[in-house]
């Protein structure tokens, strides 16, 4: 079984054809957590949320790795757009790189 539509595909010249490309970028952001004297007021009842235990005046730094993927047309935009133009289409964690950090 065959499908006839494929068999003479219509003549095409190679700069005609789309060109994409997707990057990956490593990058790291460190977050500082700092311990504060609990307070009683209404804005800050425990809601259900998890949340750290840290001595007030004692800090806690932590580093996320993490990686940005970039997709981007580099010839062919079917926008119509002449420059590349990348867009994020995803994070996600650096599973690569874990070395015990948390994410």
């Known amino acids: 079984m065959s499908d006839p ?11 005609d054809l789309p060109v994409v490309a997707q990057i990956e970028v490593l990058y790291d ?3 500082i957590f700092t311990g504060k004297e609990p307070s009683q007021d209404s804005e800050s009842i425990d ?8 001595p007030e ?32 289409a995803f994070n996600r964690p650096a599973w690569e790189f874990n070395r015990g950090l948390p994410y």
Not at 7 to 15: G, L, S, V, Y
Not at 57 to 86: A, C, I, Q, Y
């Open 5 to 15: 539509s494929l068999e003479n595909p219509p003549p095409r010249e190679e700069k």
């Open 29 to 31: 952001v460190e977050q």
């Open 47 to 54: 809601n259900g949320s998890i949340q750290m235990q840290i």
């Open 57 to 88: 005046g004692k800090s806690m730094p932590r580093t996320s790795v993490l990686v940005g993927v970039f997709e981007g047309w580099l010839h062919g935009d079917p926008d119509g757009n002449e420059s590349v133009r990348w867009r994020l």
